[in-house]
């Protein structure tokens, strides 16, 4: 259970505790709505946005420069390696941008492999009752109040029907194999035939003092029909049932420098940057993730801040107790503003928040809403007592950079 306490009227603090991973301090400074200082790649598309910018170094893209014609498959003597369970040394573990690799293994994802897939496990940052919030505590300020439990729903199969972007994500960590959710967003440089997908940062990389996950595959419409346990789906995981589009693996991914600068194993004040968008391509077949699917959504960069929101929609697939990670379920309604920080007011990005009961597992599943008529994409999950909120990083300049520095690379 979180550490809950009042500082007067103006907000709520908890000590978070984490469903998915944070990010450490960033250096830049935003007040709790978002605003955000100027950098030199992103002045112009902040203007007047009220966003997030996070740390970028000077000029770059997505928080970091990418050098032209960037490897991302390992060749020869070193991919067969590789193959061979080279992948499973980590003791020269690749951080930097530049450093992504994710080689195909053919079949590496059997059914062993996917059924012993685990969510994240938290760790809970810990402060006494007299602690003002300062000396690198990360507090969790509720201006608008604490949001009200929700029980997550099930969400209606088939899901390529009801939910056709949404999908299951598996990696590879020091720790072992592990599962989030993940979304289709439309890609600018390829309309129509996207092979985009966007998830949290913690869901590809460690952050500070680690690395790239590894393995890194996505299911879109995982048990689209929502009949299996998870031990039934994966002993069927690539049957038309359970994988009716196919397994994707990675072959890019961006995420911001905040998160892989400062990530951590706890909640922390950059889980403000808490997202990434991965490239994909299929084991088998050429048409693209979007045409196989037959939905991608797009982002809205700019989304209204979260205390004027009635109707956000949230969706994963939650694998602790009292869920297996078989199903997907949602939770929807209005959301209030999650401020991290040392003290409040926070210099920090204000986050969305609502009830819902999804717990890890639901990792990096969207946050949705509908405007004009268009359904968008303009969160991920990030942060969760387990039981009681999830939290999503409100999506500004920085998150944009990401966006197009992966689809820019393929253009």
Known sequence: MPFIRRRGVAAAAAVIAAVMVTATACDNKTNDEGKASASSSGRADQKDQGVDTGQDGGTSIGGYKLPAGIPTDLTGEALQKWKDGGWKDFSD??????????????????????????????????????????????????????????????????????????????????????????????????????????????????????????????????????????????????????????????????????????????????????????????????????????????VWFDAPAANTIRNMEVRGYPAEAPYDGSKMYDCRGATKRAVLGYSYPSQYPAQYMIGCSMNGGASGGPWFMTRNGRTYLVSDNSLSDRKTFITGPRLGANAKQVYLATSNKFK
């Open 93 to 298: 573990w690749k951080s930097k941008a530049e450093d992504f690799a994710n080689p195909y293994i053919k079949d590496f994802w059997s059914p062993e492999r996917v059924a012993k897939a685990e969510s994240s496990i938290p760790t809970i940052t810990a402060a006494s009752s007299t602690s003002t919030g300062g000396g690198g505590t990360t507090y969790m300020y509720t201006p608008d109040g604490p949001v009200k439990r929700q029980a997550a729903t099930r969400v209606g199969t088939t899901y390529h029907h009801y939910a056709p972007p949404v999908g299951k994500l598996f990696f590879s960590t020091p720790q072992g194999d592990m599962v989030c959710s993940g979304t289709v967003v439309t890609d600018p440089a390829h309309p129509g035939r996207s092979n985009l997908v966007w998830t949290a940062g913690h869901c590809v990389h460690a952050g500070k003092g680690g690395g790239w996950y590894r393995n890194i595959a996505f299911v879109p419409s995982f048990d689209n029909t929502g009949r299996y346990d998870i031990r039934q789906a994966s002993q069927n995981v690539r049957s038309s049932e359970v994988s009716p589009y196919g397994i994707w693996w990675a072959d890019w991914a961006t995420t911001s420098q905040d998160w892989i600068k400062g990530g951590a194993h706890q909640a922390t004040v950059a889980s403000a940057y808490d997202y990434a968008v991965i490239h994909v391509k299929p084991e088998k077949g050429h048409k693209s993730l979007q045409e196989m699917a037959g939905s991608a959504l797009p």
